[in-house]
Antibody
Framework: QLQLQESGPGLVKPSETLSLTCTVS??????????WGWIRQPPGKGLEWIGS???????YYNPSLKSRVTISVDTSKNQFSLKLSSVTAADTAVYYC??????????WGRGTLVTVSS | EIVLTQSPATLSLSPGERATLSCGAS???????LAWYQQKPGLAPRLLIY???SRATGIPDRFSGSGSGTDFTLTISRLEPEDFAVYYC?????????FGQGTKLEIK
């Protein structure tokens, strides 16, 4: 049974870089069946796709965040990661990682709240 | 970017009733690449429907999806107490992949 778990700091200072990792268990991140994605949800608000990656390293980003986002994959650790630079309070959100079949999100991690504050 | 508009924002119904949730797209969603998710407080969203009308694994058959082009519908035939939650639609026909703002289904 595929499972995903986000990890990383819960508090980031303004202008710094948010870094999160998603660990995949119960299956291989190198599976050709899946893409892997990040989604965020500000408190009390809706969902926003951040970007996605294939095990080969091909990346796909939301243009609204593209200049600040880097997603990478580490197949040896069965993990993929998100970096979001120059964060502001508007980046405070619950960040989810998810597996993707074509481009919908079929299995989600539990999410991790990241607060941007000094 | 395709903008998805969900209606109503809030739907108040009783258990046993039928729920109809709508998702309208600002332009046609190619190949009916539309998904529906359910989210309960404090939990991650759960995939219900993909490709507009295909139920995800383990989803009860009281959930059904329909539609094409710019108009899509999620129907819950007979509401169970556990169905009261927020529902989101998502299009994945063109990047960026976007979500609707959600419909809150609450107990009347």
């Amino acid at each position: 049974q595929l499972q995903l778990q986000e990890s990383g700091p819960g508090l980031v200072k303004p202008s710094e870089t948010l870094s999160l990792t998603c660990t995949v268990s119960g299956g291989s991140i190198s599976s050709s069946s899946y893409y892997w994605g990040w989604i965020r949800q500000p408190p009390g608000k809706g969902l926003e796709w951040i970007g996605s990656i294939y095990y080969s390293g091909s990346t796909y980003y939301n243009p609204s965040l593209k200049s600040r986002v880097t997603i990478s994959v580490d197949t040896s650790k069965n993990q993929f990661s998100l970096k979001l630079s120059s964060v502001t309070a508007a980046d405070t959100a619950v960040y989810y990682c998810a597996s993707m079949v074509t481009w919908y999100f079929d299995l989600w991690g539990r999410g991790t709240l990241v607060t941007v504050s000094s | 970017e395709i903008v998805l508009t969900q209606s109503p924002a809030t739907l108040s119904l009783s258990p046993g009733e039928r729920a109809t949730l709508s998702c309208g797209a600002s332009q046609s969603v190619s190949s009916s690449y539309l998904a529906w998710y359910q989210q309960k407080p404090g939990l991650a969203p759960r995939l219900l429907i993909y490709d507009a009308s295909s139920r995800a694994t383990g989803i009860p058959d009281r959930f059904s999806g329909s539609g094409s082009g710019t108009d899509f519908t999620l129907t819950i035939s007979r509401l169970e107490p556990e169905d009261f939650a927020v529902y989101y639609c998502q299009q994945y026909g063109s990047s960026p992949y976007t979500f609707g703002q959600g419909t809150k289904l609450e107990i009347k």
